[in-house]
C-alpha cells in the first residue's frame, strides 16, 4: 500500500486542494491481488488505490472510455512470424501503467483512508492524472502511450491499433504489440531492440521480463527450432476449480452427433456456475482450436443450463490435454480449411461455420459460430462458411503486409464440398443460388 501510494505521488496523478461549491468528491478503496508465475508460484502481492467508478456520471466526470487492446489472432501471428523467421520476442510490464493517462475531465477523489495529510483531512485530491478504476483510465492510458509511439517513429497498424511496426528498410524491423500495460516485442536488429528498451524505461517506469515466457495467462518457451505455447496452468486450475482434476480422460471433446436443445428434458442447474464453467473454457480457446466448436455449442444454453448442457461441459473438460507449437519454417504461406455442418441446430435448423488459418504448420486464427441465416442445402452451408473464412483471410493478409511479411501468392482455402467450390469459381446453379444474401459472395 506504501508501494502504491509512493507511486501515485511520484507520478503527480493528483493534488490536494479545496473541492468546488458545484462539485462532488469520489470515493476510493484498496483492491489486493495476488499474482503467479507460469509455475504456479506467487511471483508478488499487489495493492491497487481505485476510484468507485460506478459512482462516476457521464458527461459531469467522463466522456469516452473506449481503449482497443490486441486480438488474439494478432498475438498468435506475432509468435508465428518470430518463430519462422527466428526471432525471440521480449516482454515488458508498465508500472502503474493507468496512472500515466492524463485527464481532459476535471475529477475529484476522497483522500485514502489511514493516508489522510494531517490537519486537512477535509481536503480533496484533484487527478491530474487517471487512477485505476476511473471509466476512462483506460482511454487516457492508451492515448498517452500511442502519442509516444507514433511520435517516436512507429507506424501504427491501420487494421490493429495496438500494433506498431518501425523499419528502416527489411533488415532492420521492430514490431511491438500492446496489450493494455503489458508489452511484447521483437524484430531482425538487436540494435533496435536494445535501444526501444532503453527508451521505453527512460520515459516510463518499466520492469524488464526478458524474453516472453508468460503472457496473458499463455505459457511460451522460445526454442532454437521454434516456439511452444499452452495454457497448462490455465486448464489445471480450471480442473481443480470445478473439481475435475481427478476425472478420467477421454479421446473426444464432443459426443459424436450430439443434438441438444434448449428446452432438453432433465433438471435445471445453477446458471452462474454453467457460466463460469463455459467463460472458463472459452478463454482456454485461446490455444486449443479443437475445443472451440464445443465450447460455442455449449455456450448457446447459458440462460437456462439443463443436466445434459453441464455433462456437456463436463466432457470437454476431461478431454483438455495438449497445446501447439510453432515450428521454424521459412515459408511464411497462410492456408486457409474451412468446413460447415448442415441444419445441425434442431431448434433453428441453422448450420456452424468452422475456420482455421495457419502459418507454416501452426494454427494462427480460428472461429466456430451459428450462422445467421438458414442453409437450405449442405453446398449453400459450406458457400457461406467459405465466405466466412474469406472475409478473415483479407484482414490477415493485410496484417501480414504491414509486418512485412507480404503474401507474395494468392492465399489457398480449402473446403470438402464440390457444389460449394463450383458456385466459388462461378455463379452456376442459378435456381438454387439466386436467393443466397449478398453478404455472403465474397469469393
Same mark, same amino acid.
Given at each position: ?88 520476442? %521480449?516482454?515488458?510490464?508498465? @508500472? !502503474?501503467?493507468? =496512472?500515466?493517462?492524463? #485527464?481532459?475531465?476535471?475529477? +475529484? /477523489? ?50 490493429? %491499433?495496438?500494433?506498431?511496426? @518501425? !523499419?528502416?528498410? =527489411?533488415?532492420?524491423? #521492430?514490431?511491438?504489440?500492446? +496489450? /493494455? ?263
Amino acid at each position: 500500500m506504501d508501494e502504491e501510494i509512493h507511486a501515485i505521488e511520484k507520478n503527480q496523478t493528483w493534488e490536494l486542494t479545496d473541492l468546488p461549491a458545484d462539485k462532488r468528491p469520489i470515493g476510493v478503496k484498496w483492491v489486493y491481488q495476488t499474482k503467479y508465475m507460469s509455475s504456479g508460484e506467487i511471483h508478488r502481492l499487489k495493492a491497487r488505490l481505485v476510484e468507485k467508478w460506478y459512482k462516476q456520471k457521464l458527461v459531469i466526470d467522463y466522456f469516452e472510455v473506449f481503449a482497443p487492446v490486441a486480438r488474439l489472432d494478432t498475438i498468435r501471428m506475432l509468435i508465428s512470424l518470430s518463430a519462422q523467421n527466428n526471432w525471440k520476442i %521480449h516482454q515488458m510490464d508498465v @508500472k !502503474s501503467a493507468f =496512472l500515466n493517462g492524463t #485527464l481532459e475531465e476535471e475529477v +475529484y /477523489v476522497e483522500q485514502p483512508a489511514g493516508y489522510e495529510v494531517e490537519e486537512k483531512e477535509d481536503k480533496v485530491y484533484r487527478l491530474k492524472k487517471a487512477l485505476y478504476g476511473l471509466k476512462q483510465a483506460p482511454r487516457a492510458w492508451y492515448k498517452k502511450i500511442d502519442s509516444y509511439f507514433v511520435h517516436n517513429g512507429f507506424q501504427r497498424c491501420p487494421f490493429e %491499433h495496438t500494433l506498431y511496426i @518501425k !523499419s528502416v528498410d =527489411l533488415d532492420n524491423i #521492430l514490431i511491438v504489440c500492446l +496489450y /493494455v500495460d503489458d508489452l511484447i516485442f521483437t524484430g531482425n536488429n538487436p540494435k533496435m531492440i536494445a535501444e526501444f528498451r532503453e527508451a521505453m524505461v527512460k520515459c516510463f517506469e518499466m520492469t524488464d521480463l526478458g524474453l516472453m515466457s508468460y503472457f496473458l495467462g499463455i505459457e511460451v518457451i522460445q526454442q532454437d527450432d521454434g516456439i511452444f505455447i499452452s495454457q497448462k496452468k490455465y486448464a489445471a486450475d480450471i480442473l481443480k476449480k470445478f473439481k475435475m482434476e481427478n476425472s478420467k480422460p477421454i479421446s473426444t471433446p464432443v459426443e459424436e452427433k450430439l443434438k441438444l436443445k434448449k428446452d432438453s428434458d432433465g433438471k435445471r442447474i445453477n446458471a452462474t456456475y454453467y457460466k463460469s464453467l463455459i467463460g472458463s473454457l472459452k478463454y482456454l480457446t485461446a490455444t486449443r482450436p479443437d475445443i472451440v466448436f464445443g465450447v460455442g455449442l455449449l455456450s448457446r444454453f447459458i440462460e437456462e443450463p439443463r443436466a445434459c448442457h453441464l455433462q456437456g461441459a463436463k466432457r470437454i473438460l476431461k478431454y483438455i490435454k495438449g497445446t501447439i507449437f510453432y515450428a521454424n519454417i521459412k515459408a511464411v504461406k497462410l492456408v486457409g480449411y474451412t468446413d460447415s455442418g448442415w441444419a445441425r441446430d434442431v431448434e433453428t435448423r441453422k448450420s456452424t461455420s468452422g475456420y482455421s488459418f495457419h502459418l507454416g504448420i501452426g494454427a494462427v486464427s480460428w472461429s466456430s459460430k451459428k450462422q445467421p441465416l438458414v442453409a437450405l442445402s449442405t453446398a449453400e452451408a459450406k458457400y457461406m462458411a467459405a465466405a466466412s473464412c474469406a472475409t478473415q483471410s483479407v484482414w490477415l493478409r493485410r496484417m501480414l503486409e504491414v509486418m512485412h511479411q507480404k503474401q507474395d501468392t494468392l492465399t489457398v482455402i480449402f473446403c470438402d464440398n464440390k457444389s460449394a467450390i463450383a458456385l466459388c469459381r462461378n455463379p452456376i446453379f442459378h435456381g438454387r443460388s439466386k436467393h443466397i444474401d449478398s453478404q455472403f459472395h465474397k469469393i
